[in-house]
């Protein structure tokens, strides 16, 4: 059974991902992880803390409209 508190808690890069899901970084990266796998750090950025956010059935987010689209209906 897993505990309410391990759902809200940030794990960090190197810890051992203690359960299958989809977890997303303070940097805005998300990566669906496996349990056992490790939290990876952020390319460019380097260590993180990473939130799980859901398990691997529920998928990415929807994103809200991204700068880029915004950007594009302008011209």
């Not at 897993?2 to 359960?19: H, T």
């Amino acid at each position: 059974m897993k505990s309410e508190n391990a759902f809200k808690r940030y794990y960090k890069s190197g810890e051992f991902v203690p359960f299958d899901g989809m977890y997303g970084d303070v940097w805005g990266s998300w990566l669906p992880l496996i349990q056992g796998d490790r939290f990876p750090a952020h390319p460019e950025m380097g260590l993180s803390k990473w939130l799980y956010h859901g398990t691997l059935a529920t998928g990415l987010p929807s994103p809200r409209q991204s700068s880029l689209k915004r950007r594009t209906e302008s011209f």
